[in-house]
């Protein structure tokens, strides 16, 4: 994989992958899938000299629905947002 840094407070996110059928087993068509609010922090910045990262690799965390700048290194899609968009993190 291409090695990125995110600067200052932004975090590189992997998505975790959407349910796609419910718990009745309907299959739910990609249209109607929302985007995932749920992914796996793979690298942090340094933070700023007024918010310090508390992130770190290898975090599961949940970030608002539109959060972040969706890119594609080495046909994998990942985003790029600021530490404040993340809403919490999954222990």
């Known amino acids: ?9 932004r975090v590189l996110i992997r998505p975790v992958a959407a349910e796609t059928t419910t718990a009745a087993g309907i299959i739910i068509p990609d249209t109607a899938k929302e985007k995932p609010l749920r992914g796996e922090v793979i690298a942090v910045g340094q933070g700023t000299k007024d918010e310090q990262m508390v992130l770190k690799a290898g975090n599961h965390v949940l970030y608002g629905k539109y959060a972040g700048t969706e890119i594609e290194i080495d046909n994998e899609k990942l985003l790029i947002m600021r530490q404040s968009d993340v809403l919490a993190v999954i222990e």
């Not at 994989?1 to 407070?9: H, N, R, V």
């Open 1 to 9: 994989m291409t090695k990125i840094k995110p600067l200052a407070d």
